[in-house]
């Protein structure tokens, strides 16, 4: 899978519009052509109902699906859960060599963190899948459900030192607290990425903490700090 990347500003139309006519599917950008990715990458909007700061953001996301849908606009909604690397930095914060660990409800509700790289894989892989066209796609690995005291362990297992720190409280509470990563099943009409690609062997949180303990990226807060 090859990829060009072309650099460019929003008010280039002319050159907007002669790459959009290269090309067959647009990934999280302003147009489309054949096949529409909005930027979406995240929580399943549509199941889900967080407290108010993070719920005003996803119904955000939400207008945007409607609009797609109503406009006949060809579509596949990526349903990608955590970004695994940027919350493993939050959570555990191996960079600091903290030995303290801040736990966020019961410790018990389970999340989904995937690996970035896995997540763009899985993308392009559905980007030109007739069984992705107008559907929802649920980024939900087994081996990457986890709940902060499994992920917590799992790090102590590798290196004895956990480490956390409080993040803004909202998407904090739906993601670890109320759980709603898991607080819906995904039914037999869903379809669930690692089921729907069983060929790519994608990164589980184990092998996630050990790139992190031998290098690991670089954080990324914006979102939070």
Not at 133 to 154: D, G, M, T
Not at 178 to 201: A, H, N, Q, R, T
Request: charged content about 25%; aromatic content about 12%.
């Amino acid at each position: 899978m090859g990829v060009t990347v072309v650099h460019g500003e929003l008010d280039e139309h002319d050159k907007i519009v002669a790459l959009l006519g290269q090309v067959d599917v647009v990934i999280s950008a302003l147009a489309y052509p054949q096949r529409f990715f909005p930027s979406d990458f995240g929580i399943e909007e549509d199941r889900v109902t967080p407290l108010p700061p993070f719920e005003a953001v996803l119904e955000k996301k939400r207008t945007i699906r409607r609009a797609t849908e109503a406009a006949g606009i060809p579509f596949t909604f990526v349903s990608a859960n955590c970004f695994g690397s940027y919350f493993i930095n939050y959570l555990l914060r191996p960079r600091e060599q903290r030995h303290n660990v801040d736990v966020y409800g019961s410790g018990e509700a389970k999340a989904v963190l995937n690996y970035e790289e896995d997540i763009a894989i899985y993308t392009i892989k559905a980007a030109d899948d007739p069984r992705t066209l107008n559907r929802v796609v649920i980024y939900r690995p087994e081996k990457n459900i986890i709940s902060q005291f499994e992920l917590i362990s799992l790090w102590e297992k590798k290196t004895a030192l956990p480490h956390p720190r409080n993040i803004p409280v909202a998407i904090l509470h739906s993601l670890f607290v109320k759980g709603d990563l898991m607080s819906y099943e995904v039914e037999k009409d869903d379809l669930e990425v690692s089921k729907l690609y069983p060929d790519f062997e994608y990164t589980t949180l184990d092998r996630l903490l050990d790139i992190f303990l031998v290098n690991p990226p670089e954080p990324a807060f914006a979102a939070f700090e």
